[in-house]
């Protein structure tokens, strides 16, 4: 995990939660999930500008991922224990910088900021050893 100097401030609040809750944070980048976003936002994103919905970060923990929306009273959070994670799956190999997130029969396209974030993000969920089945399924 990156350093406390590099936590986000927003995500403080959030990462002391987990950790009350016996969640080590392992990796966190900031994504999207596209169903929350505007085809502009998502076009912006995948420029790599700075898109409105910055403050979002993917968190992995020893036990779960949870995807961040900080705010300004409260954090938004969703949670998918690892356990229950099926596979990932590249859309356009990258082109795009989105992963689809396999949950059983249910999926969630995550669009990375940065195309790297998201293959360190593969990268962790497969060194994390209860995402071990989860396999590369282009399209």
């Not at 100097?5 to 999207?32: H, I, M, N, Q």
């Not at 954090?75 to 994670?85: A, C, F, G, M, N």
């Not at 993000?121 to 089945?133: G, H, S």
Request: aromatic fraction near 8%; include cysteine; charged fraction near 25%.
């Amino acid at each position: 995990m990156a350093g406390p100097e590099e936590v986000p401030k927003a995500l403080r609040r959030t990462f002391d939660k987990l950790a009350s809750g016996g969640e080590e944070v392992l990796f966190f980048v900031p994504a999207l999930l596209e169903r929350y976003c505007s085809q502009q936002t998502l076009a912006m994103a995948r420029l790599g500008n700075a898109v409105p919905h910055s403050a979002s970060h993917l968190v992995i923990t020893d036990k779960n991922l949870h995807f961040i929306r900080t705010g300004i009273v409260w954090d938004r959070v969703q949670t998918i224990p690892l356990e229950k994670i099926t596979g990932l799956e590249y859309v356009d190999e990258f082109h795009t910088n989105t992963i689809k997130l396999l949950v059983g029969e249910l999926s969630e396209r995550i669009v990375f900021l940065d195309d790297l974030d998201g293959i360190r993000f593969y990268k962790r969920l497969k060194q994390n050893e209860t995402a071990i089945d989860i396999g590369i399924k282009p399209q």
